[in-house]
Each structure stands twice: as C-alpha cells, then as structure tokens.
C-alpha cells in the first residue's frame, strides 16, 4: 500500500511540475525542452526507484538483430561515448560508482543499466508526446529543441545501455563461473 501511495504521490507531483513548467515557459523554446528533460529526469528517478522492479521482462534481453552491436556502431554510438567523456559524464558517473571486478558488483551494474534505460524511456515517450503537442501548435521548426534533446538525452543513453549490456552479461558470467570454480577448490 505504501509503495502505492508513494507511485501515486510521485504521479501527482511530475504532472503537477509539467503543468507549472508549461504555465510558466513557453513550450516552443529551447528552455522548456532543457528543463522538461531534466525535471522528468529526477522525477523518473525517484519513480523507478519506489518501484522497486527486478526488470525481468524479456524487453530487456539482447535481440538478435542487436548482437554483432554494428547497428548501434552505424548510429554513432562511439561518438556518443566520446562525447560522454569529453564533457566529462564519465568521470562523474565513476566517480559516484566506480566500477568492480565481482560478481556482486557486476550484477548491480547489470541492473543499473535496466534501470537507466527503463528510466530514458519512459523519458523519451514522454517527451516525444510533448514534441508531437508542439509541432503541431506552433510549427515543426519550433519543436526541434524538444526533438533534439529527447534524440541527445534519451534516444542515445537507451542505444549505450543496449550496446553495454551484453558486454557486461559476459563479464558477469565469467565472474559467476570463477566464483563456483573457486568454490569447487
């Protein structure tokens, strides 16, 4: 019931927060698509993590279309990665969790990237319902800000999780398979 009323509580506040960003900037500008991403960003954030989901949905599973990694290689994913150092993300994102060679922590990281690319999604199909608003409201060109952000912030980061993970699935199941052998011993 708790874990409910905390959904819900949540629910309230993000479209609450929407409605006094669109009452208080205009949706056609470049302000509004900056602040849109990053006030869903936090509150996504606080909502997947009273949801509390082990992410087992199949969703999430490498497809087969994905397995040479070539398609997200071809849409610049590298790119993307140099740019996420080059502004200095990386470093952030290490600093605050570095990252370990043990299953435990393997398996966290394993779940994180579920979580982050859970979280970019939704972001994303919501932001594109807003992309959609306004290019119909007040014209294609002005919605480009909403498209380009939502492309940069979360199109993006969803590619990088689907590109990382199956890297790390193989590190896990080595590290899994060293743990039984040392075991064994």
């Known amino acids: 019931m708790k874990k409910t009323l905390t959904l819900i509580l949540i629910t309230i506040i993000t479209i609450g927060s929407?409605?006094?960003?669109?009452?208080?900037?205009?949706?056609?500008?470049?302000?509004?698509?900056?602040?849109?991403?990053?006030?869903?960003?936090?509150?996504?954030?606080?909502?997947?993590?009273?949801?509390?989901?082990?992410?087992?949905?199949?969703?999430?599973?490498?497809?087969?279309?994905?397995?040479?990694?070539?398609?997200?290689?071809?849409?610049?994913i590298n790119f993307f990665r140099k740019l996420l150092v080059w502004i200095g993300w990386e470093k952030v994102i290490r600093k605050s969790s570095p990252i370990e060679k043990n299953t435990e922590a393997l398996t966290n990281l394993y779940y994180r990237t579920k979580k982050s690319e859970l979280e970019h999604l939704i972001i994303l199909i919501i932001v594109l319902g807003f992309n959609i608003l306004v290019a119909f409201k007040f014209g294609v060109v002005k919605s480009l800000s909403l498209f380009l952000l939502?492309?940069?912030?979360?199109?993006?980061?969803?590619?990088?999780?689907?590109?990382?993970?199956?890297?790390?699935?193989?590190?896990?199941?080595?590290?899994?398979q060293r743990d039984i052998r040392s075991q064994m011993i």
């Open 150 to 176: 939502n492309v940069l912030l979360n199109l993006y980061p969803i590619f990088l999780q689907r590109y990382n993970r199956p890297r790390i699935q193989r590190a896990l199941n080595l590290s899994q």
């Open 18 to 76: 929407i409605y006094a960003l669109i009452i208080y900037i205009r949706m056609d500008g470049f302000s509004f698509a900056w602040i849109l991403n990053f006030l869903l960003m936090m509150l996504v954030v606080f909502f997947t993590d009273a949801l509390k989901s082990p992410l087992a949905s199949s969703y999430f599973n490498e497809k087969g279309w994905e397995q040479s990694r070539k398609i997200y290689e071809y849409l610049g």
